[in-house]
């Protein structure tokens, strides 16, 4: 279950590990950016480093043709109200339920937003999921907030900013692997986030734009997806 991360907007992707993910989540650099981005230097956010939780690159250029699915799923919810914000936090502090295979949650660089990753799950409650969006909709369906779900998010060489440590609402190191280590950080306040788009060549990690992706995910990526999730869970 492997993804990577850059080390910013324009940097090749590299093969992310625990180490480092801590290392950057507590990071003075990423914390200054995040502060100078939420004081309204847009420039801030594209030096920050980011993770490609939905797949690896095998140290290739970061597009979807060389994407190697994790078997993880990356939801955003954006625009939430102040009550739904903290129904959010309270929900996901702590991981919320097993069976829902939060891997990770925390506040977008913004501080306007709401990101968790979870294990694409072959149980009771994702049975009938068939593609990233499916689970999305469904986990976004479970906790009661569909009406925040950001559903541009399905591409998978979709790049997550990384965020401070202390925007960190949950985080468990099955993440990385099945030995559980669960950090709690039940201060965070998380809200919601707009996501940006850049013009150019559409299959481009770099320059993405709104794509027919339903059709796009499933015909080119589904076979590989589904392989990926058979192999973790036969």
């Known amino acids: 279950m492997l993804f990577d991360y850059i080390n910013n907007f324009k940097s090749d992707p590299q093969v992310c590990h625990i180490e480092t993910f801590k290392s950057l989540t507590n990071s003075p650099f990423v914390k200054e950016c995040i ?106 369906h479970v906790i009661d907030m569909s009406k925040y779900l950001d559903e541009v998010t399905v591409d998978l060489a979709r790049l997550s900013f990384c965020p401070t440590a202390e925007d960190i609402i949950y985080f468990n190191s099955c993440l990385f692997g099945e030995s559980a280590e669960v950090t709690q950080f039940a201060e965070s306040q998380p809200k919601q986030e707009e996501p940006t788009y850049s013009k150019g060549n559409e299959t481009s990690a770099e320059n993405q734009r709104r794509l027919p992706i339903d059709r796009f995910v499933i015909i080119v990526c589904y076979d590989s997806f589904s392989v990926n999730i058979h192999f973790l869970y036969q």
């Open 35 to 140: 502060e100078k981005f939420r004081n309204g230097d847009a420039e801030a956010k594209k030096r920050l480093p980011a993770f490609t939780f939905h797949a690896s690159f095998n140290g290739h250029k970061r597009i979807v043709k060389n994407a190697r699915p994790s078997g993880m799923i990356m939801i955003d919810f954006d625009h939430v109200a102040d009550d739904d914000i903290l129904k959010m936090r309270d929900v996901l502090k702590d991981g919320g339920h097993e069976d829902w295979g939060v891997r990770l949650c925390h506040v977008t660089p913004s501080g306007k937003g709401v990101r968790v990753v979870i294990k694409a799950l072959k149980n009771h409650i994702y049975s009938e999921c068939k593609s990233i969006r499916d689970f999305q909709q469904r986990f976004a």
